[in-house]
């Protein structure tokens, strides 16, 4: 999933990147697993924006299979969507998708009309502004992968954890370079999971279990 555009500003969070394409070339989103596996979806060309490769979603949900069914998952930077559909497709009872460029984002909203999904909502904003709020209701799942080089997860790691907005015993996925340092993670925040592919790494971690709830 090599990615971002070296230069430019970005026009959304996976916009500045994941692979270059030809302007105005559009892109192609292949759901891999679950009920909606093999469709294929549309999306704008948005500065570069691409889909997680289909082997970093296969091993994520792989990851995440027992966990996933019936849960709330939340979306930043979703750009193609591709994260939030997957979840969806295998099993999220609802999905929230997060992006600021306003192409993006009637395109997932048309896609989610294609599949005929009630379970997804599309807000067009920026992750900084949307996470700095405490939510309406916490998250059991929250996928991020926010544009490369542009030092992101330094300032949203705190206000996901600060402003609640991942249960207790939830997860937190996180793709970044693989030759930056990692993040520092809130505290209460253990590593489960993590591999390198390439330039990216890729990080599942889960927040701590309250004293009292099942594992």
């Known amino acids: 999933m090599p990615r971002r555009k070296p230069s430019g500003p970005p026009l959304s969070g996976k916009a500045s990147g994941r692979g270059a394409r030809h302007p105005g070339a559009g892109g192609e989103l292949r759901i891999i697993g679950g009920d909606w596996r093999s469709r294929k979806l549309r999306f704008p060309d948005a500065g570069g924006v691409r889909p997680s490769p289909a082997r970093t979603r296969e091993t994520l949900f792989n990851w995440l299979a027992y966990h996933l069914p019936g849960r709330d998952c939340l979306d930043l930077f979703s750009g193609s969507g591709a994260l939030g559909l997957e979840a969806l497709s295998r099993g999220a009872a609802r999905t929230t998708f997060v992006d600021n460029n306003a192409a993006l984002v009637q395109?997932?909203?048309?896609?989610?009309?294609?599949?005929?999904?009630?379970?997804?909502?599309?807000?067009?904003?920026?992750?900084?502004?949307?996470?700095?709020?405490?939510?309406?209701?916490?998250?059991?799942?929250?996928?991020?992968?926010?544009?490369?080089?542009?030092?992101?997860?330094?300032?949203?790691?705190?206000?996901?954890?600060?402003?609640?907005?991942?249960?207790?015993?939830?997860?937190?996925?996180?793709?970044?370079?693989?030759?930056?340092?990692?993040?520092d993670v809130p505290a209460s925040w253990h590593l489960h999971r993590e591999k390198t592919a390439g330039q990216v790494t890729y990080s599942l971690y889960r927040t701590a279990v309250l004293s009292g709830d099942t594992p």
Not at 120 to 140: H, I, K, M, N, W
């Open 107 to 183: 395109a997932l909203r048309t896609n989610l009309r294609l599949l005929g999904s009630s379970t997804g909502t599309v807000e067009c904003a920026s992750v900084e502004a949307y996470l700095s709020r405490p939510p309406q209701q916490p998250f059991d799942i929250v996928f991020m992968d926010p544009p490369f080089r542009q030092n992101w997860l330094p300032t949203l790691l705190p206000l996901l954890d600060s402003n609640g907005w991942i249960k207790p015993g939830g997860w937190v996925y996180l793709e970044r370079e693989a030759d930056r340092q990692v993040p």
